[in-house]
């Protein structure tokens, strides 16, 4: 027996020295340029089916361990990329051939798993570590705008917004921004600040953006579509980097107060040991003087628009705030009182912080494990329903990540402190009430400063002021305006700060300390079946709501909100690889909502290598934002509330109310017969059937339909063309909708309107509701977007595309459904060569779009022109290889053409750069 214990052991300890030794064979090799020679600095070199990996060094060469036999995957931007299969420990020496970049893209947002680009199942666009490198645009982030499908607005020099396929906003909830795969929106604003939060240029590896619904993957925030950035790995991604950028912009802008400088400061560092453990470390600051916005159009909806302008007493001027209070009043007409510029107001001195670190160790040669951590800290303009300063805004995050070869487990928190930010029109309204003297000279309190300035105004006007000119609208407001404190005085600034500081109705201060934390994970069972590619998942998320009570109702309270999906996907290759059948599904589910069921179908045809046909079918769902569900304000006359039933909880709103329209009915009715001399009993009795009973429901999805087909291949080795057409229906669109509560039940028994309930409706017991809700209307749209990339002879490079939509409002209700705020046409042509010489290139990129309107809730709905413009952006670069710096010279929007992307936000005018941009790998 012992002996053949002793066999036995002899021979596990034989297998397990074998195992030993095969786990730590060394892998070294050479990788240089096919046609010149020159070793390539940079390469990507990792193991098939594991974790392990490494980089080319400055010299071309890489070295690992891993067991043998393996194959190594050889992969670098600009080249084809290669598979090795390595049986020996033999130097490897690996020649890379120049090829069409789009020819060797990896994309992995289409379908959460590897795939190229050409046979992506649904539309697809990359932006690559080249093309960020060779970007002629301020930063990656801006040079997204020439992507087929995308648009974007500008609220601030800090601040763009991006969407795809309609509906666009300038807060857009309707679209999932990823970095690394954490969700990058702060959880009480309930959107991604673009990049304002996220990572620099100089950490940015590539960026995918899926145009359209994405829901069936990503869930419910993926409704217009996806933007997903990777930053660099610090295993294949090592060395210092740093950039330094200097910039100025709002050259000739008009203003007279001259060109402002730029400054963009970055730099990371990362390191591998032993191919074990890695870590990088990423600081940036970047410091400029906003874009302006002083559009002083006059936009008063209750003036005529013939009497407008600079000489209408009543003006309400676009971007100068205060004015918004006016009063119509009788024998003088509309009245405003005098509002204050945007400029003396908002905080133009913008920057933005982001510091990052993250830690990777490799516990296996399949499993790793990840810890990241961003702060990041800025400030920008935002236009919303006011213009906002994001003002000294933090936003915090944490990550964990366990990845193996065919499964990730991610968890991760943000969290955001906003002590600075404000509403600048409520400030410009509230200074205007700190000033505001009687008849008597004497400083009214704030709730009475409004009525008492028109009071001096009428007064004024109405010639009972000694020594100022009667029935004139310019002296009756000098005369009204008498004390006011102007900007840049020691009173405004006082007044600016303390109301900054005060938070609710009685100020302009905004409080956020919101969070939210979530985990996911994704298995892929690919490789045990088999005969099918099958990946499931799931995720779970909570948000935790901090704002003092000042918007939602968690003063005191722990008020949250948690939701969860699962999902999975089916894909099976056929007819010889030539056709792929996918198919998805996710089901997710909210606290306060039914669960939502999206799936996914698509087919991609490959007749042949080269040529690629695709065809799906998808769904998608968008769940109330936080704060539609959870806002809960008392603005005086009504209370705006949002549409979760747990928010409205004792309050009736929706029970027990009538239409506003039906109650305006009902009051203009029975003014009348008051008139008349009617008893107040019986004007009530006779008129009480003009009230209609509301019927609101409680908040719910949004939802779409998309069918998609489009075709993507090379064509003569050289000219890569892609087209897709797409048609989609939305239906259960988002809506606010006025309604009126009385105390009492608004309907008896039988049916028939309670006449307590009508006259209490007229009295101090009613009480005005802006509730959340759906409209039932569907509305569809259509469009092509189609591109082409041609690599022209000796390294020139020419990318055109264009993308055409058309909105189909069939017989829906214009009230009920969002704007939709997208140019029917635009298009982009990219024309560069990166090797004009050894050391030069250039690249130029033109962006064109048509002209429309533009719809918000900042001009409360009503439309504004958004012209048609070009933009020029350009930049020639020149490689330095003794100091591994690249200097490039640039700019966006050269011509200096002053624009505006958004109605209310500010003009937009070119900002030109010189950048030093060093690389110890010298990439």
């Not at 194959?71 to 670098?76: A, G, M, Q, R």
């Not at 193996?404 to 509230?430: C, I, M, P």
């Not at 006359?637 to 929706?654: C, M, R």
């Not at 939709?820 to 290139?841: C, E, H, Q, S, Y």
């Amino acid at each position: 027996m012992k002996k053949h214990l002793l066999v036995v052991t002899t021979c596990l300890c034989m297998l397990y020295a074998h195992i030993l030794q095969a786990q730590s064979q060394r892998i070294s090799g050479s990788i240089s340029d096919g046609d010149s020679g020159k070793p390539l600095a940079g390469v990507s070199v990792s193991v098939k089916g594991k974790n392990t990996g490494t980089v080319t060094n400055a010299d071309g060469v890489f070295e690992l361990k891993t067991a043998i036999p393996a194959t190594l995957l050889i992969s670098f931007v600009g080249y084809a990329r290669q598979q090795i299969n390595v049986s020996s420990t033999e130097n490897i020496q690996i020649s890379l051939i120049p090829s069409i970049e789009e020819l060797n893209q990896v994309v992995v947002s289409a379908s959460r798993v590897e795939e190229n680009i050409l046979r992506s199942p649904v539309s697809i666009e990359k932006m690559d570590a080249r093309a960020i490198q060779q970007s002629p645009s301020a930063n990656y982030y801006d040079g997204l705008v020439n992507m087929k499908s995308l648009d974007m607005v500008t609220s601030s020099l800090t601040y763009k917004q991006i969407n795809t396929r309609g509906f666009n906003t300038t807060g857009n909830s309707r679209f999932l921004q990823l970095v690394d795969g954490v969700d990058n929106q702060p959880s009480g604003l309930g959107f991604a600040m673009g990049n304002l939060f996220g990572p620099h240029d100089i950490d940015v590896e590539s960026a995918e953006l899926i145009p359209g619904a994405a829901s069936a993957l990503y869930g419910p925030i993926a409704f217009n579509g996806m933007l997903n950035t990777r930053t660099k790995n610090p295993f294949e991604y090592q060395g210092l980097s740093a950039q330094t950028k200097f910039g100025v912009n709002h050259i000739g802008d008009g203003t007279g107060m001259g060109a402002k400088p730029l400054y963009d400061l970055a730099v990371r560092y990362a390191k591998a040991f032993n191919n074990k453990f890695a870590f990088k470390v990423n600081a940036s600051y970047l410091k400029g003087t906003d874009w302006y916005a002083n559009d002083y159009t006059d936009i008063d909806p209750n003036t005529p628009a013939a009497n407008r302008g600079p000489n209408n007493p009543g003006k309400n001027a676009l971007n100068i705030y205060g004015d918004e209070v006016a009063q119509t009043i009788p024998d003088i007409g509309r009245v405003s009182r005098t509002g204050y510029e945007e400029k003396d107001l908002a905080t133009y001195g913008v920057y933005s912080l982001k510091l990052n670190g993250a830690l990777h160790y490799r516990i296996t040669d399949k499993l790793e494990a990840i810890y990241q951590g961003n702060f990041n800290q800025g400030t920008a303009q935002y236009t919303g329903s006011n213009r906002f300063v994001i003002n000294d805004f933090k936003f915090i995050q944490h990550k964990l990540e366990l990845k193996g070869s065919n499964f990730y487990v991610r968890a991760y928190s943000n969290k955001e402190l906003s002590t600075n930010s404000y509403n600048t029109r409520a400030l410009g309204q509230h200074i205007n009430r700190t000033w505001v003297k009687d008849l008597n000279g004497v400083t009214v309190t704030p709730d009475k400063a409004d009525a008492v300035w028109f009071e001096r105004y009428i007064a004024a006007y109405n010639g009972t002021i000694a020594g100022v000119t009667n029935h004139d609208h310019t002296s009756a407001r000098s005369f009204a305006d008498q004390g006011r404190i102007l900007p840049g005085s020691s009173e405004f600034e006082s007044a600016k700060d303390r109301l900054i500081q005060t938070r609710g109705l009685a100020g302009a201060g905004i409080l956020s300390q919101c969070s939210l934390r979530h985990i996911e994970g994704m298995y892929d069972f690919s490789s045990v079946l088999r005969f099918i590619n099958l990946q499931v998942g799931g995720n779970y998320r909570k948000y935790y709501l901090d704002t003092g009570g000042t918007l939602f109702d968690d003063k005191d309270k722990d008020l949250t909100n948690q939701e969860y999906g699962v999902f999975a996907q089916a894909s099976k290759a056929l007819l010889k690889d030539k056709l792929k059948i996918t198919l998805s599904g996710r089901y997710d589910k909210n606290e306060n909502f039914d669960g939502r069921f999206t799936p996914r179908a698509s087919a991609v045809f490959s007749p042949t290598e080269n040529h690629h046909f695709r065809a799906s079918y998808q769904t998608g769902f968008r769940n109330p934002t936080i704060g539609d569900q959870y806002i809960k304000l008392n603005v005086g006359p009504i209370i705006i509330l949002g549409g979760a039933p747990v928010n409205s909880q004792g309050l009736n709103a929706y029970e027990n109310s009538v239409t506003i329209a039906s109650f305006g009915a009902f009051a203009s009715a029975f003014g009348e017969d008051m008139a008349q001399g009617t008893p107040f009993p019986q004007a009530v009795a006779n008129n009480k059937n003009k009230l209609v009973k509301s019927n609101v429901p409680y908040i719910k999805s949004e939802k779409v339909k998309s069918y998609e087909i489009g075709y993507k291949g090379l064509i003569a080795k050289k000219l890569i063309f892609d087209v897709n057409y797409y048609y989609s229906e939305y239906t259960d669109f988002m809506i606010n909708t006025v309604v009126a509560r009385a105390k009492s039940d608004i309907l008896l028994g039988d049916g028939s309107v309670n006449p307590a309930a009508a006259a209490e409706l007229l009295g101090a017991d009613r009480q005005l509701f802006q509730l959340y809700t759906n409209a039932a209307d569907k509305v569809s749209i259509q469009g092509v977007s189609a591109g082409l990339t041609y690599s022209l002879p000796k390294n020139y490079k020419l990318g055109v595309n264009a993308t055409w939509i058309d909105f189909n409002m069939r017989e829906a209700d214009q009230n009920n459904i969002p704007a939709f705020n997208t140019p029917k046409w635009k298009t982009n042509v990219m024309f560069g060569n990166a090797r004009l010489t050894d050391k030069i290139g250039f690249n130029l990129a033109w962006h064109w779009q048509q002209r429309f309107d533009w719809y918000g809730t900042f001009t409360e709905m009503a439309p504004g022109r958004v012209r048609g413009y070009s933009l020029l952006d350009a930049q020639v670069s020149y490689r330095i290889p003794s100091l591994k710096t690249i200097v490039k010279l640039g700019g966006s929007n050269i011509t200096n053409k002053y624009i505006v992307q958004a109605y209310g936000s500010p003009a937009v005018g070119g900002l030109y750069y010189i950048s030093l941009n060093f690389d110890q790998l010298f990439r």
